[in-house]
């Protein structure tokens, strides 16, 4: 339970994200990660480098504001910053001791999502299941058979 339900989470995350159209989609993921970033700040468990780390989230938060792409990288330096946290034994949530582990498994799913575009689930899933059967005609022929 400990890998599959912060699977779970960024898979949710980003089908209910996938909700929004674009450029809204974008910009709002774009917030997210920049609040996600922030969110050990008050910790301290790194002294002035929580400070760079919280620097660098923005920097690529606001380049994400036009790209998925610096989105996704975001997500990832978020996801490595967990696991930092989580070996020293300090959780985002400090009641919640695994809460930085989920956190690393659940943000490369985002990042993954990001950095593919951010691509809407809902259409990629009806999109698969509107598609008929693959066609049995050879490559290079037509549907007259010439």
Sequence with gaps: ??????????????????????????????????GAGAAYLSSGSFGPWEFVFTAAITYCAYRGLDSYGWIGIAWLLHAAWDVLHHLRGAPIIPFASHSSLGCAICDPVIALWCLRGGPSLPGLISSCFSQGPPSTTAAGSDATGA
């Design 1 to 34: 339970m400990t890998v599959l339900a912060p699977i779970l989470i960024g898979t949710v995350y980003a089908f209910l994200m996938s909700l929004l159209r674009e450029p809204a989609r974008r910009r709002l993921n774009a917030v997210m990660v920049a």
